[in-house]
């Protein structure tokens, strides 16, 4: 018998404008997101949160915000930080005013967490997104030993060339047909963001097109995929978070 092949399709920066969050809201009703993370920092957050609370199908999960950066003339600039990166008690500080945040807007924890720019794959905030995922006992991205992290439905190379190919039907149900069983986790960034002013804005409303196009749905049953989101299927993998060095700890310890 073939096991099951179950995808959560997570749209990060829920909140960042009112142009992510109509991207994001129409990727889940007319399309395959199933769950969102939410950027507490920013304009639309509140809008973002309340979506949430009358939508309770779209898992909500905290979108840890510690600045932004973009790669320009050969070289990382910062668009914005939030705190310095490399001060561990800084990042605990604002990690916990984030969180707070989120309970505020939400009213209630969130399902899951990842970071803007991955950040919290470096030190410190790396270890201080572990505690708080063994804390709250959610899965933490990239280090959950049962959902399995995709993020190559993404129009743009680490340093900002575009890769227009990448978000496209066809690119997309071709990762579907290569889904491993268990849990996926599909990163993907929709969005109508004309009104926001960062590293990737023109090809979110393509994201949106191919994440609504009905041949993606129809490849999600013919390649027998069951569409999830992180609170529908929390029981089966809230057990462990994987750290960094291999070894995995029980949750809520």
């Known amino acids: 018998m073939t096991a099951k092949k179950y995808l959560i399709v997570n749209a990060d920066d829920f909140g960042q404008s009112p142009g992510v969050n109509r ?38 999960g905290l979108h840890v915000d510690l600045g932004e950066w973009a790669y320009r003339e050969g070289t990382w600039v910062p668009l914005y930080e939030v705190v310095p990166v490399d001060d561990i008690k800084a990042v605990r500080e604002e990690l916990a005013r984030q969180l707070a945040t989120f309970r505020r807007l939400a009213g209630k924890d969130p399902t899951h967490i990842d970071s803007h720019q991955h950040t919290h794959l470096r030190e410190p905030a790396r270890c201080v997104l572990v ?14 030993p049962v959902v399995h992290y995709r993020g190559d439905f993404y129009g743009q190379t680490v340093e900002g060339s575009p890769i227009p190919d990448r978000i496209t039907v066809d690119e997309l149900i071709r990762i579907l047909a290569g889904l491993p069983p268990g849990y996926t986790e599909l ?15 023109e090809k979110r409303s393509q994201e949106v097109s191919v994440l609504c196009d009905p041949r993606v749905r129809a490849a999600l049953v013919s ?30 310890g």
């Open 187 to 201: 990163g993907c960034h929709p969005g109508f963001a004309t009104d926001l002013d960062t590293m990737y804005r």
């Open 223 to 252: 390649l027998e995929i069951e569409l999830r989101s992180f609170h529908s299927g929390s029981e089966r993998w809230v057990t462990a978070v994987e750290l960094p060095n291999g070894k995995k700890t029980a949750l809520g």
């Open 131 to 144: 505690d708080i995922a063994r804390y709250l006992q959610i899965p933490l991205r990239h280090f959950s």
């Open 23 to 60: 991207g994001i809201i129409e990727a889940h009703e007319r399309g395959i997101v199933t769950s969102a993370s939410l950027m507490v920092r920013w304009q639309a957050a509140a809008e973002a949160a309340v979506y949430s609370r009358e939508h309770p199908s779209l898992s909500l």
